[in-house]
């Protein structure tokens, strides 16, 4: 059996991150930038800097293609188009992939969700950022008709996440 062990990230682009982006897990990217899972962020990293740096609590979810070697990797706004990372060494990526999905979980404290009569489905999220704070962040699936009753129920939904972890108003 050949064990083989993952590149790290080069010294000269670890220079780039603060102390609090300290590498958890990297992986080369094909363009030869690499992305960092780093306690408080996604980074991504080439020799001018930081290319990408966005805190877990606005990572929605990573989604590994293993017949294209490509992470992607969505926002909870649903505004910023999603960030593809074509990984270099796509057998490298488990560990990377595992980081990744264990730092967006940690950054959820409570979740609850509901179906409004509608028929969208509201999320409600209580997550950390990245100095500790405890949030909502509420997102929703589907169509939202924005009447009083609707706006009525979203409210109440998110007075019950934040009440279910001791945050007031």
Known sequence: MILRRDRRLPEPLAA???ARDAPL????LADGTWAVVARAALAVVGPSGIVVRSPWHEVE??????????????????????????????????RFTRA???????????????????????MVHIRRDEDGALFSQVTARGRLRDDAEERRLVDEMERHARAAVGLTT
Not at 25 to 28: K, P, Q, R, V
Not at 75 to 88: F, I, T
Not at 100 to 114: G, M, P, T
Request: aromatic content about 4%.
């Open 16 to 18: 780039h991150l603060a």
């Open 25 to 28: 897990a990297s992986a080369e």
């Open 61 to 94: 979810r990573g989604t590994w293609d293993g017949d294209e070697s490509v992470l992607t990797v969505t926002w909870v706004d649903g505004v910023r188009a999603p960030l593809e990372l074509k990984v270099h060494d796509a057998p490298s990526a488990e």
């Open 100 to 122: 990744l999905r264990e730092r967006v979980q940690s950054s959820l404290v409570h979740s609850e969700s509901a179906e409004l009569p509608g028929g969208a489905i509201v």
